[in-house]
């Protein structure tokens, strides 16, 4: 059984993540945590297995492919990676140059039209994070027609499909799964980013019960 009562997490300097959270999952259920980016999932899942492994919101993560945490012997944590299918990027990618393809305007008050800009912007936040701020807007500008090439380390990763990642500590683990989950060059806008590749990841190790 699962019992936690009044956790609260708040990261500096003022961000709170959990405030009295009451939670109680009896033996042999199942339940789904979910909500928007910064409602606290990752925070409240750290809370359960007693460890600050997983990369929160207060780092800029994107969190959406960790799908699974699983309690194992000894001490090392293992990292399994999914990632999208060449066919499932390319589709990404489709869905964007048609976008850019389209008549609907952006000061449109249609509610549609306002719902494809948001769906455009996130859309071109993952592209930029794989090939750059300077690559996208080529793109843009030619409405789509400039061809975007992935590069090369991302490429070999859709290629292999999976990949798997050990780590002898959790600090490490952590280390890791920020590589993986976060925008490592977000300021400067460079690319080459991982996450928006990531279709699911599975973390085993030695958590706390």
């Known amino acids: 059984m699962i019992h936690l009562h009044g956790v609260s997490k708040t990261y500096p300097p003022d961000q709170t993540a959990l405030r009295g959270v009451d ?15 910064g409602a606290g999932k990752s925070s409240l899942l750290n809370a359960l297995i007693d460890n600050e492994i997983l990369p929160t919101s207060a780092t800029d993560v994107c969190t959406a492919g960790i799908v699974r945490l699983e309690g194992s012997e000894g001490t090392k944590f293992t990292i ?3 990632y999208l299918k060449h066919s499932d990027w390319e589709s990404d990618i489709e869905s964007f140059r048609r976008d850019l393809q389209s008549d609907t305007s952006e000061d449109s008050d249609d509610e549609d039209a306002h719902t494809l800009k948001v769906l ?3 859309d071109r936040a993952r592209l930029i994070a794989v090939f750059g701020l300077e690559e996208v807007e080529k793109f843009e500008s030619s409405h789509g027609t400039t061809p975007l090439t992935l590069p090369g380390s991302l490429a070999k990763r859709l290629n292999e499909g999976t990949e798997v990642l050990e780590a002898s500590s959790a600090n490490e683990c952590k280390s890791l799964l920020e590589e993986l989950l976060t925008d490592q060059n977000d300021s400067e806008m460079l690319g080459e980013g991982v996450w928006p590749l990531v279709e699911s990841v599975r973390v085993k190790g030695p958590f706390a019960g």
């Open 23 to 37: 939670l109680k999952v009896n033996e042999g259920e199942f339940i789904f945590v979910a909500g928007a980016s």
């Open 80 to 82: 399994e990676v999914k």
């Open 120 to 122: 455009r912007d996130v």
